[in-house]
């Protein structure tokens, strides 16, 4: 993962700037989401980090699987709702996103059983 | 078995659902993309392609990973405060994080997940360690204008021209 050094740059993607510990899922946006569950004991410091960080490497995590589906599908480098929700459905560690991101199915190949 | 509701187009159940969270978006659509084209980039440089080729990410598969991350910190960070009850610790620390993460079956982001945290600790350390610094620095040059209301750097400055009771304190200072 050599991508340290790409520049910030607004326009284009900049896979990992400023190297691992740099932060986009940022230590605020983390605390603003986990207050809404008012059970959850104060985060420290690095827990904050290690919580943005985690969320940021299973997102990209998800995509490289769903790339798979992508590429099997026959599309060179666009990624579809369908792709994601296959992962989804195919990962049990996944499971707990089974209900927000179903798999959809196209009504013509459920008409005929409904009929 | 897919559920009926999904016959509906992906984005109206998607977005139900981000209605139905936050009124702010915590996880910015922008964001979420570019954390999913980084995914799709190291997916591309690990199969042997250059690494930069752009990517395009539906906007129905961009409201799906953003509720999925959020999903996913609720997930985790539950996890990780059950664990820190169950030691009696008041606060969630990141071995919790990591010990959620296994426990989830997300092992394979512990190591990266760790090596983050090592490089983040690293520059915390050194962040707090120029704060010191220029602290000090700071201190020395205060005790210098002693006397002198509201002195700024190039005051000081001046005053180490003409021999003062409190110079040497302020050379002390300077010297290191």
Redesign the interface.
């Known amino acids: 993962?050599g991508?340290a050094t790409s520049p910030t740059s607004h326009e284009?993607?900049?896979?990992?700037k400023g190297?691992?510990?740099a932060?986009?899922?940022t230590a605020n946006?983390?605390k603003?989401?986990?207050k809404?569950?008012t059970?959850?004991?104060?985060?420290?410091g690095?827990?904050c980090?290690?919580?943005g960080?985690?969320?940021?490497?299973?997102?990209?995590?998800?995509?490289?699987k769903?790339?798979?589906h992508m590429q099997v599908a026959g599309r060179d480098?666009?990624?579809?709702?369908s792709?994601?929700?296959a992962v989804?459905a195919e990962t049990?560690?996944l499971d707990?996103?089974q209900?927000?991101?179903?798999?959809?199915?196209k009504?013509a190949a459920?008409l005929p059983a409904m009929s | 078995m897919p559920a009926t509701e999904a016959l509906d187009s992906p984005s109206k159940s998607a977005e139900a659902c981000v209605e139905g969270g936050a009124d702010t978006e915590v996880l910015p659509k922008a964001l979420v993309k570019r954390i999913v084209k980084a995914g799709l980039q190291q997916w591309d440089a690990a199969a042997g392609g250059d690494g930069k080729r752009d990517f395009q990410v539906n906007k129905d598969a961009v409201l799906a990973c953003s509720e999925a991350g959020k999903l996913f910190i609720h997930y985790l960070t539950a996890t990780a405060n059950d664990t820190c009850r169950e030691a009696r610790r008041q606060t969630i620390s990141a071995d919790d994080v990591l010990t959620a993460l296994e426990d989830l079956n997300f092992g394979e982001l512990v190591e990266p997940l760790k090596a983050a945290l090592e490089a983040f600790k690293a520059e915390n350390k050194e962040k707090s360690k120029k704060r010191v610094e220029t602290s000090k620095k700071r201190k020395a040059s205060v005790t210098a204008d002693d006397g002198l209301a509201a002195a700024g750097e190039q005051q000081q400055q001046q005053q180490q021209q003409q021999p003062q009771a409190v110079a040497p304190a302020a050379a002390g200072g300077e010297a290191s």
């Open positions: 993962m991508d284009g993607v900049s896979p990992r190297g691992p510990a932060l986009l899922i946006r983390v603003n989401l986990v809404e569950d059970e959850i004991k104060p985060l420290s690095d827990a980090f290690a919580l960080k985690a969320t940021e490497l299973f997102l990209e995590s998800i995509a490289a769903a790339a798979a480098a666009a990624l579809e709702y792709d994601v929700a989804v049990e560690a707990f996103l209900d927000i991101i179903p798999q959809t199915v009504a459920l």
